[in-house]
């Protein structure tokens, strides 16, 4: 059964995993976002035994970020899908979780939406940072620009999402 968008297919699946209003707090750390009219913004906390279970990513090693965010608005068709990592100092940590995260959910996606639905699918990271300076591997950032595009990328202190999601 092809599920008509990634929100349908994740409110299926992460039923269990969704947090409840349009924030998540890790690490003494809230991101959030305000939701405007005409909106839809779900919150799902993956890095868990229910997520893990649901997404397939069960196994000695295996690292999956702490959030996944889908973004859209009624009556369109385009969908954002942003994995979240809140991380101290350590993005290569960071980096390393979102793109194994990114290699479980995409292809399900694919195979389990609508095709016309997951060609507008935009694929986001936000990584956020609470710590001092940040541990940097370009190696992996250069991985995560090739993978989902500088523009789609943020790695910062500040956690509020709206601006990034929206546009």
Known sequence: ??????????STLL??????????????????????????????KIDGRAGREKLKMIGEGIKICDHLVVYGKENERKEVVCYIEIKGKNVALAEEQILETHKYVKPLAKEEIAKESYQQLVWKVCICLHGS????????????????????????RDVMLGDFLRR
Do not use: H, W
Not at 25 to 31: E, I, L, P, S
Not at 149 to 155: D, L, S
């Open 1 to 10: 059964m092809a599920f008509e968008s990634m929100c349908s297919l994740l």
């Open 15 to 44: 039923e269990e995993c969704l947090v409840s209003g349009t924030s998540a707090r890790d690490a003494g750390v809230t991101v959030s976002m305000e939701k405007v009219s005409g909106e839809k913004v779900f919150f799902y």
């Open 133 to 156: 300076a940040p541990q940097r591997n370009q190696r992996l950032e250069d991985e995560l620009i090739k993978t989902f595009g500088k523009e789609n990328i943020r790695i910062k």
